[in-house]
């Protein structure tokens, strides 16, 4: 009787050994994350991917034990991020807050979010408001959590506490802190959208795909997360075996772009291209125009292009120095103030960011703006921005 007693709470009533538990955790942890980016997500708040019914559910289910999570307090908080991102009023940005802040206190920063009630029925509409969502998952949302406590002792003993304390930790450590923060602080960029979001590694098979930030940022609505031939988001290939076996549907994706020869002057095609790419514009004219002329620049001095201008000031040429610090911003000003050159492209470009953001005019409008531009800039006797203009007039998005 004592040793039974011993071996249920040692190993609970499957008396799995350490690595068989271990698979556990991996699988718990992965349905976990799955069921935030492919559900919370790139479903319920940018509607990129329906899911069949039964599914969709358990998904819902699922993030209430292991996370206490309400969708549509989730989806909220999220949108928010987006409409409001980088300002004060984003509920996480290490731009407002700090990167230690976002970081260590990310769950904390939630649940600040979560008592914003105005904010959670402005950006929340369309979640579920079912019979359970209403007397379960919202009013009980940590009984899941409970439940999955008493569930875990029961199956695995001692251990399966680790196990909920990991599963506890999993969404607020990687989600909260790393993606939140990190996010928007350290990686790479695909492209320079008005953000300070980044990708942190083009691939990482436990995060479900949220390590694709940058690429998110640029098209929110896109059920997939991967841009590059060498960038594999998990989250898109799940959503991929689910569409092959009828139990999902992809409703938007990031469009392909193109580029037509011999274009004389943009048209339509072009102007819609720019429309659904115009963060792709804005880095291609960073790495087109920009570094080009920069390199020219240095080896004009005689100087290294890191002593001609350090890195993060580089960065803030393409948005005008918006996420640089002011003293940053004034130097990088003053700099640009001593080089006609490249102050004709910063103009160029702020003007081309004027067309590509404007807001109210009607589509002919916009497009004379933009011929008119392509124009001049084929007429201003710079070669780098001359061959930018006659690849522009060229974009065209294409079907996938």
């Known amino acids: ?28 942890t992965q349905l976990t994350i799955f069921s935030v980016t492919l ?75 979560r008592a914003e009630r105005a904010d959670i029925e402005q950006y929340g509409r369309g979640t579920p408001e079912d019979w359970i969502e209403r007397h379960l998952y919202t009013p009980h949302a940590n009984l899941g959590p409970v439940l999955l406590l008493a569930v875990n002792t029961v199956l695995f003993g001692l251990p399966g506490v680790a196990l909920w304390a990991i599963q506890m930790a999993w969404i607020p450590f990687w989600a909260a802190g790393v993606v939140n923060g990190l996010g928007h602080w350290w990686g790479y960029r695909n492209f320079e959208s008005s953000d300070t979001s980044t990708n942190l590694t083009p691939w990482a098979f436990w995060i479900g795909g949220e390590e694709l930030h940058n690429n998110h940022h640029a098209f929110p609505s896109s059920a997939r997360f991967s841009m590059r031939r060498w960038e594999f988001d998990i989250g898109w290939n799940a959503i991929r075996l689910l569409q092959a076996l009828r139990l999902a549907k992809v409703l938007r994706v990031a469009p392909a772009m193109d580029i037509r020869p011999n274009i004389a002057v943009p048209d339509a095609e072009t102007l819609k291209a720019l429309l659904s790419h115009r963060f792709q514009a804005m880095t291609d004219f960073q790495r087109n125009v920009f570094m080009p002329a920069l390199r020219e620049e240095a080896a004009q001095a005689g100087a290294r292009l890191r002593t001609l201008l350090p890195r993060r000031l580089r960065r803030g040429l393409v948005n005008d120095g918006r996420w640089l610090k002011p003293a940053c911003r004034a130097q990088l000003g003053s700099w640009i103030d001593q080089r006609p050159r490249i102050r004709v492209l910063v103009e160029y470009r702020a003007r081309l960011a004027a067309v590509l953001e404007a807001r109210g005019q009607d589509a002919g409008e916009r497009l004379r703006q933009l011929q008119a531009w392509c124009h001049e800039a084929e007429a201003s006797g710079i070669a780098v921005l001359q061959a930018y203009a006659a690849r522009l007039k060229g974009y065209r998005l294409v079907a996938q």
């Open 39 to 113: 559900y919370l997500h790139r479903s319920q708040a940018h509607r990129g991917v329906d899911f069949h019914p039964v599914l969709a559910h358990f998904f819902r289910f699922w993030t209430w034990l292991t996370t206490s999570m309400i969708t549509r307090e989730w989806v909220a908080i999220h949108r928010k991020h987006h409409a409001k991102v980088e300002t004060d009023e984003d509920p996480h940005s290490p731009v407002s807050k700090g990167i230690g802040t976002v970081f260590w206190r990310g769950v904390e920063l939630y649940r600040q979010a």
């Open 1 to 28: 009787m004592h040793d039974t007693l011993i071996d249920l709470l040692t190993g609970g009533i499957t008396g799995i050994g350490w690595w068989q538990w271990a698979l556990v955790l991996l699988a718990a």
